[in-house]
């Protein structure tokens, strides 16, 4: 069976969402494996949702806010854009391919648009393959039922 | 009547936060009055298997710092836990991986490779990495097995209260040691479990007494690369501080002296990842909309990771280096 990623769109109220909106009532369609969640504005976007995605279970995070200069709280998507290289900083440093988590602008008209961006995006997170978070399912005691932790100082 | 005991343990730590309850000066004495020190291995001599002989619940109070990254430790604390009524995680060690917890960047493959292997002060020339056993002339010796992954008290076992710190700062400890004497001498009741003790719910920047006017900079600066004005928030500054995304209870003496919070005292409970909240502390200071800057920006803030992870890296969203 071929590999379905989990991704989590959070898309801004007054561009995006309506964009994606707009992608549905004009019958475009798109991957089904994009999960959205409205928020008000891209700036609401705080980095900790993009880590708890992840650590919830998706495989990629697509950030969908107005165009830059378009922004209902004119300066909403300026902080998301400075927010979402440094995002990609702390993933790499927890060993996390920063391309999983992807910043773009689609406007209320945008619907094709939408649909281009989220098709490419899909593919590309399947071709990253599933995210396997370590640490988080574990329990004390695991590595006496096999699992690999904890491990014995190595070289023998 | 018999005194209630104590027992103060640390696993991965450095010692600091034992030296910090003998900060405590002169209240020390109330402590030796009060309890029956059951356990106590950094200021005393004392055996595990002294504990163990104890009966289940029969330490009213233990005070474990340290970190959870060996098997030794994680037999301790699970002893301790099954003896004590109150079981308290005390330091950043403890409740949140603190400096062992970095640890979790890397493996431990790569730790001891440089540890008995590759640093520049190491004479190995048989090669000798420790094993968890080991053979001798006269049978088979062992030791702790040390983990890839770093992990917290409240990770491992059940926890009853948190002090956050690195080291707890001294005031606050004599105010809780005043506190849970208190308790016992006069039946008050407990606070509710997971209490975190001798801090506020507040962030640092609430004690600090430093001028924010919302100013942008357009790059970050290492401490000791300016004269900061005394009076003016380091952020605006350039200078990269963790008190947006810390506790307060420390009565914000670092950055009073011109120095960025580190974030030893840990999250306030209304942020869940330092790092996250230190990204977004970070992205509505930078004075730029465009994206090729906004990256050269980023890229004078010097080691970001070990920067806003520094104390609490096991504890975060995402726990480890996945790699
Ligand atoms: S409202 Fe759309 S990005 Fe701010």
């Known amino acids: 069976m071929s590999f379905e990623p989990k991704i989590l769109g959070i898309l801004c109220n007054w561009c995006s969402y309506t964009g994606a909106d707009l992608a549905g009532t004009a019958r475009l369609k798109y991957p089904a494996n994009l999960m959205s969640v409205r928020v008000m504005c891209s700036g609401r976007v705080d980095p900790g949702f993009i880590f708890d995605a992840f650590k919830a279970g998706a495989d990629g995070v697509l950030i969908c806010g107005c165009h830059p200069g378009d922004c209902h709280y004119v300066e909403g998507n300026y902080k998301c854009l400075r927010r979402i290289p440094m995002t990609k900083t702390l993933l790499q440093g927890f060993g996390i391919d920063p391309n999983r988590l992807r910043l773009e602008w689609v406007s209320a008209s945008e619907g094709l648009r939408f649909q281009q961006v989220v098709t490419e995006f899909t593919e590309q997170i399947r071709s990253l393959g599933p995210l396997q978070l370590k640490e988080w399912g574990y329990t004390p005691h695991q590595s006496e039922a096999g699992h690999p932790e904890p491990q014995p100082a190595l070289n023998q | 009547m018999a005194k209630p005991k104590l027992a103060i343990y640390w696993a991965a730590s450095c010692g600091g936060c034992d030296i910090a309850i003998l900060d405590i000066e002169d ?59 109150v079981m308290c995680a005390f330091g950043s060690c403890a409740s949140e991986g603190c400096i062992p917890g970095l640890a979790n960047l890397t493996t431990l493959k790569e730790i001891c490779d440089y540890a008995y292997l590759k640093s520049p002060s190491t004479v190995n020339p048989e090669q000798i990495i420790p094993q968890p056993k080991t053979k001798v002339p006269e049978g088979e010796i062992s030791i702790p097995v040390l983990w890839n992954t770093v992990r917290t008290l409240p990770q491992v076992i059940d926890v009853d209260y948190i002090i956050p710190g690195c080291p707890p700062q001294s005031n606050q400890i004599a105010a809780v040691i005043e506190a849970v004497i208190d308790i016992l001498q006069n039946g008050k009741p407990l606070p509710p479990k997971g209490t975190v003790l001798g801090a506020t719910d507040k962030s640092c920047c609430d004690e600090c007494p430093r001028k924010r006017d919302v100013k942008k900079i357009k790059k970050f600066v290492r401490p000791f690369s300016i004269v900061p004005d005394p009076d003016i928030c380091l952020m605006e500054q350039g200078i990269v501080c963790c008190g947006p995304a810390t506790r307060s209870g420390c009565g914000a003496k670092c950055v009073i002296a011109g120095v960025p919070c580190r974030g030893c005292y840990g999250l306030p409970s209304h942020i869940r990842d330092q790092g996250a909240k230190m990204v977004s502390a970070i992205g509505s200071v930078i004075d730029s909309q465009d994206p090729e800057e906004i990256e050269r920006i980023i890229a004078t803030i010097p080691d970001p990771m070990g920067t806003f992870y520094r104390f609490s890296l096991p504890d975060s969203l995402l726990r480890r280096n996945q790699a």
């Not at chain 2, 619940?57 to 990254?69: D, M, P, Q, V, Y």
């Open chain 2, 27 to 85: 209240k020390i004495l109330d402590v030796a009055n009060f309890f029956d020190l059951a356990f106590w291995p950094c200021a005393a001599d004392f055996k595990y298997k002294d504990v163990a002989a104890m009966p289940d619940k029969s330490i009213t109070l233990t005070l474990f710092n340290g970190a959870i990254r060996s098997s030794e430790n994680l037999e301790i604390a699970e002893l301790l836990r099954a003896k004590s009524v």
